[in-house]
Every structure is written in C-alpha cells, then in structure tokens.
C-alpha cells in the first residue's frame, strides 16, 4: 500500500525556518514535489524533485525553500528559511511515476502557521 507522510509543521516567526519531511513507503517514487494551500487559497505547486537531483520550484519560493530526498529512506524533504506570513498554509507531499503522470498520490499534509 502506497503511503506518503508529512512531518514537521508548525508555528514560527516571520523570518524562522523550518524543515519539513515527507516519507513514502510502498512505492519508490522517481518523482515527488511540495504543493501548498493557503487560508482562503487555492492550492499551489511549491517544488519538485527528480531522481537523482532535477529540481523544480514555484517562483514565489526560490532563494527561500530547497528540496532534496534521501532514496535510501524513500524520504524527501523541504528547507524553508525567511519564513514570511503569506507561507502559512497546509502543506501536502505528492508523487508520481513520471513526469507525463499527474500527481497521484498525496499525504494529508502538515500545517505551517507564520506568525508576523
């Protein structure tokens, strides 16, 4: 059974950093990524990764948040630094086989809270 599992949410500062990690057993995924949904958002591409290390990310994060993945633990995670109030939002991790799939397997997300 394929699982995805967030960790690492919480409350913190504007300006703070956190680091979120995702674990999936199951399935080895090639591809995994970080979507977001904000209060009141929709919700939104954040980064990607791709075996072994083709990184992708939403414009409004570069310089703040970098993707990496531990294929040995199946693991993936997300760095974000200079947290600002507008990144509070639910985080979810997704995967997929390929690059020509849509993101078919979701965790049920971790919640970021921003404090200004």
């Known amino acids: 059974q394929v699982q995805l599992e967030e960790s690492g949410g919480g409350l913190v500062q504007a300006g703070g950093s956190l680091r979120l990690s995702c674990k999936a057993s199951g399935f080895f995924f090639p591809l995994m990524g970080w979507y977001r949904q904000g209060p009141g958002k929709q919700q939104e591409f954040v980064a990607s990764?791709?075996?072994?290390?083709?990184?992708n990310y939403a414009d409004s994060v570069k310089g703040r948040f970098t993707i990496s993945r531990d294929n040995s633990k199946n693991t993936m995670d997300l760095q974000i630094d200079s947290l600002e109030p507008d990144d509070t939002a639910v985080y979810y991790c997704?995967?997929?086989?390929?690059?020509?799939?849509?993101?078919?397997?979701w965790g049920k997300g971790t919640l970021v809270t921003v404090s200004s």
């Open positions: 990764i791709e075996t072994p290390s083709r990184t």
């Open positions: 997704a995967a997929k086989q390929s690059v020509w799939d849509t993101w078919k397997y």
